[in-house]
């Protein structure tokens, strides 16, 4: 295994240069501590949270013939890699893979979860990256010409779901760019039934409001935040003209959150905007990634079409 690159964020500045919008808001990678990471886990087993289930079986049954889409000897590229359970099912199917490159920006979480991969693909060249990969970042060199391989993406989760339609066009530009002359295969989820949607942001069992509420916990941990624990609680619902869930901190009374020194006033019902979940049709963003350069290719959904990967050729 190659020793990770390193990159660095900034969550301080971040969240004071968010604090200080009228709306307030925070990138929700900051989400992603070792903390977040693992309650992120536990989310994708609830009973509610059907996408990474949906995604799953889509995987499963189909792995072979997505593989085929990325063709033999393919540097394999991974879009925020978090557990590494999901690029199993291609990587059996691949036909002898280049290398694969996942990208993460927790970077305790990634090799751990390297290390682990590695002991049961003992063969395959793991070249992590640490980085956000919505910034500029390298890559190790492209398959030699003369391989036949090519340098292909993998973006499942509806992970792509967190950036606004911008942040999206600039993402699919990039990729594009840096998967040119292979493809990306991109988990998006679908519009459906606001109800669905809503039981899968405010699940019984309370972890999605623990992994929301981690972000405060993250910012007293690091950054020696001060606010009362009980102050904010987890709002999230179903934004229909925009078509994405919203995410918020909402503050249960007038209070002050204390950052480096300097306070935050938040009136009671005010909040800080911590996640969007952008929601997709199949034809919706496949017109979108046109316009980044990308031709579609086969689409896979679940029975009930609340799931579809994506082949999209660069
Ligand atoms: C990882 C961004 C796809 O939007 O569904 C899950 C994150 N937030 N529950 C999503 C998330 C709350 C998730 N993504």
């Known amino acids: 295994m190659n020793y990770p690159v390193r990159a660095r964020t900034s969550f301080a500045a971040d969240l004071h240069a968010g604090l200080a919008l009228t709306r307030r808001s925070v990138s929700p990678k900051y989400f992603y501590d070792d903390i977040g990471s693992r309650l992120f886990e ?13 995604e799953l079986g889509l995987l499963r049954a189909h ?4 593989a085929e889409c990325m063709g033999p000897r393919a540097q394999l590229i991974e879009y925020g890699a978090g557990a590494l359970r ?9 036909e002898s893979p280049q290398a694969f490159v996942p990208l993460d920006i927790s970077g305790a979480h990634l090799l751990a979860a390297c290390d682990e991969l ?5 063969a395959l060249c793991i070249a992590p990256v640490v980085a956000d990969f919505t910034q500029p970042h390298d890559l190790p060199p492209r398959p030699a010409p003369g391989s036949g391989g090519r340098r292909v993406g993998f973006f499942p989760g509806s992970s792509i779901g967190n950036f606004t339609p911008e942040e999206a066009q600039d993402f699919l530009r990039m990729a594009a760019q840096e998967l040119r002359g292979g493809g990306l295969l991109i988990g998006i989820d679908l519009i459906k039934d606001p109800a669905v949607l809503h039981a899968a942001y405010n699940d019984a069992a309370g972890v999605t409001a623990a992994f929301n509420l981690n972000l405060l916990e993250r910012a007293r941990r690091e950054l020696g935040a001060e606010f009362d624990a009980d102050g904010f609680f987890h709002s999230a619902f179903y934004n229909a003209p925009l078509q994405r869930i919203e995410m918020h901190l909402m503050s249960r009374r007038r209070q002050a959150l204390l950052l480096d020194g300097v306070p935050y006033q938040f ?11 952008y929601k997709y049709s199949v034809a919706g963003f496949q017109a979108q990634a046109a316009r980044a350069g990308f031709r579609p290719g086969p689409v896979w959904t679940d029975e009930r079409e609340w799931f579809g990967l994506l082949w999209l050729q660069s």
């Open 42 to 54: 536990q989310i994708c087993e609830l009973p509610e949270y059907y996408p990474t289930r949906s």
């Open 63 to 66: 792995a072979a013939e997505m």
């Open 86 to 94: 999901k690029v199993r099912f291609l990587l059996d199917r691949l």
């Open 118 to 122: 590695q002991q049961d693909y003992p």
């Open 267 to 277: 009136d009671a019902g005010q909040t800080l905007h911590t996640e969007n979940s």
